[in-house]
């Protein structure tokens, strides 16, 4: 079964610093989405990757899929209290090859901005 | 793209009793949903696939006959959590697939006492 590894676990970060948060495939991944939460409420769509070597931008964050399509990574520029929350990453399992597809998610990191 | 419509947002019950939650896709005909737990300041984890007019699709270590998957219509997906114990309070969230990605529900936060 696929397994998603995020990295780190948990993050406090000072607000206007800069930081990354990374999510590991055990298998190539042909859907990878990041989403935002805050605990006890819904998510929130930052991005969807597909391609090797992909790489989306919105507002101050920035996500890349490498080109072996195992990893990807979720940047966040000069970070604001705003951006405190929950962050998950999720691959598409099984939309090509006829099986059911679904979603799972990686272990989740929790980030924190300090004003 | 497709909305969500999860209800209610938050439940509370007595230990021993038995929780519906019910997930809507309001704009969209969803042949498979998906129910996912999550505890808190943890990731969400796959429960379920609610299939239209079959049984749902269990993941590994989930029991069948606590969490109850009922998919009767294209736009209606119910969870019942049967004899609820303390230990299943938790954070229920739905999805709906669309055809380039997910639709999220906003969640039921459920309190067992």
């Known amino acids: 079964s696929q397994e998603l590894e995020q990295s780190p676990q948990s993050l406090i970060v000072q607000e206007g610093k800069n930081l990354t948060i990374n999510c590991t495939s055990s298998k190539t991944l042909y859907g990878l989405y990041w989403y935002k939460q805050k605990y006890g409420e819904g998510l929130i769509f930052l991005m969807m990757?597909?391609?090797?070597?992909e790489e989306k931008s919105h507002e101050k964050i920035t996500a890349k899929l490498d080109e072996k399509k195992q990893q990807s990574s979720l940047h966040i520029t000069a970070s604001q209290p705003s951006h405190a929350g929950i962050y998950l990453c999720?691959?598409?399992?099984?939309?090509?090859?006829?099986?059911?597809?679904?979603?799972?998610f990686g272990t989740g990191t929790l980030l924190a901005v300090q004003p | 793209g497709a909305v969500v419509s999860q209800h209610p947002s938050r439940v509370i019950c007595k230990s021993g009793t038995s929780v519906k939650i019910e997930c809507r896709s309001l704009d969209f005909q969803a042949t498979t949903m998906f129910w996912y737990r999550q505890f808190p300041k943890k990731s969400l984890m796959l429960m379920a696939t609610s299939n239209e007019g079959s049984k749902a699709t269990y993941e590994q270590g989930v029991e069948k006959d606590k969490f109850l998957i009922n998919h009767a219509s294209l736009t209606l997906s119910t969870l019942t959590v049967t004899s609820a114990h303390p230990e299943d309070s938790s954070f229920y969230i739905c999805?709906?697939?669309?055809?380039?990605?997910?639709?999220f529900g906003s969640g039921t936060r459920l309190t067992v006492v």
């Open positions: 999720g691959a598409d399992i099984g939309r090509y090859g006829g099986a059911t597809n679904k979603l799972i």
């Open positions: 999805s709906v697939e669309k055809l380039y990605g997910y639709t």
């Open positions: 990757l597909q391609k090797g070597g």
